[in-house]
């Protein structure tokens, strides 16, 4: 059993791309399939949740998230790797914003737009500022909108007490987005570390090397004569 979950937690971690590529994107790819694929299953947990409790709406609004997630792997799949992380993140924004409506100021639901504004440093490489830029933009805009029209959009909301109850209920999907953004930025930052000691080191290894060839021919110093 275990060894079956591991075989397709792999499968689904590699999605898109070979675990042998040389690709430069290949660490971002695999941690942006993680990251989607844990977040879909806390999410279709979450929304089974509403089921059993009775808010129907906050369950159709999760699972259209959950499918938009998996939906997108698609281009990942393909190889669009940064069309496909673009495109979620675009989505996944305005997903978030229109749950933050539909179920309520009290239920925070908008206070993921903070969090998830930290996914772009995840699913994108440091060199691709532009996107890293464009996504947070995003959160910020989508917040910002929120809280100016609030007062407007709280009719659309649910009742309070259902509200209280799912702001309730997302506590921990909020910390365990918050922890997988922190364990990646930490994996990212030991990854790099770890490929640059190697750099350096075989840097120090080929330096040896040519000064060791070095050091066995006898030059005249005056002349530059290798024949003595």
Same mark, same amino acid.
């Given at each position: 059993?275990?060894?079956?979950?591991?075989?397709?937690?792999?499968?689904?971690? &590699?999605?898109?791309?070979?675990?042998?590529?040389?690709?430069?994107?290949?660490?971002?790819?695999? =941690?942006?399939?993680?990251?989607?694929?844990? =977040? *879909?299953?806390?999410?279709?947990?979450? *929304?089974?949740? @509403?089921?059993?409790?009775?808010?129907?709406?906050?369950?159709?609004?999760?699972?259209?998230?959950?499918?938009?997630?998996?939906?997108?792997? &698609? %281009?990942?799949?393909?190889?669009?790797?940064?069309?496909?992380?673009?495109?979620?993140?675009? #989505?996944?924004?305005?997903?978030?914003?229109?749950? *933050?409506?539909?179920?309520?100021?009290?239920?925070?639901?908008?206070? %993921?737009? #903070?969090?998830?504004?930290?996914?772009?440093?995840?699913? %994108?490489?440091?060199?691709?500022?532009?996107?890293?830029?464009? @996504?947070?933009?995003?959160?910020? %805009?989508?917040?910002?909108?929120?809280?100016?029209?609030?007062?407007?959009?709280?009719?659309?909301?649910?009742?309070?007490?259902?509200? =209280? #109850?799912? &702001?309730?209920?997302?506590?921990?999907?909020?910390?365990?987005?918050?922890?997988?953004?922190?364990?990646?930025?930490?994996?990212?930052?030991?990854?790099?570390?770890?490929?640059?000691?190697?750099?350096?080191?075989?840097?120090?290894?080929?330096?040896? &090397?040519?000064?060791?060839?070095?050091?066995?021919?006898?030059?005249?110093? *005056?002349? #530059?004569?290798?024949?003595?």
């Amino acid at each position: 059993m275990l060894a079956t979950a591991k075989k397709v937690w792999n499968r689904l971690s &590699y999605l898109g791309i070979d675990p042998a590529s040389s690709h430069p994107d290949k660490e971002n790819v695999v =941690l942006g399939n993680q990251i989607v694929y844990i =977040l *879909a299953v806390a999410l279709s947990v979450l *929304a089974v949740v @509403c089921v059993f409790i009775g808010i129907y709406i906050a369950s159709l609004t999760l699972s259209i998230m959950v499918g938009l997630f998996i939906g997108l792997s &698609y %281009f990942v799949y393909k190889g669009h790797y940064v069309t496909g992380r673009m495109l979620g993140m675009i #989505l996944q924004n305005l997903a978030i914003f229109m749950q *933050a409506v539909v179920l309520g100021y009290e239920s925070r639901v908008i206070d %993921f737009l #903070l969090i998830s504004a930290l996914m772009p440093l995840v699913l %994108f490489h440091i060199r691709q500022r532009k996107m890293i830029i464009a @996504c947070v933009f995003q959160n910020f %805009f989508f917040y910002t909108i929120f809280h100016l029209f609030q007062p407007i959009l709280s009719q659309y909301g649910l009742p309070q007490a259902q509200q =209280l #109850l799912i &702001y309730n209920l997302t506590i921990p999907v909020k910390f365990l987005t918050i922890l997988l953004v922190v364990f990646v930025i930490i994996q990212k930052t030991g990854s790099q570390q770890e490929k640059q000691e190697k750099r350096n080191q075989l840097l120090l290894e080929q330096r040896n &090397y040519f000064t060791s060839i070095l050091d066995q021919v006898p030059v005249d110093i *005056a002349t #530059l004569d290798t024949n003595l």
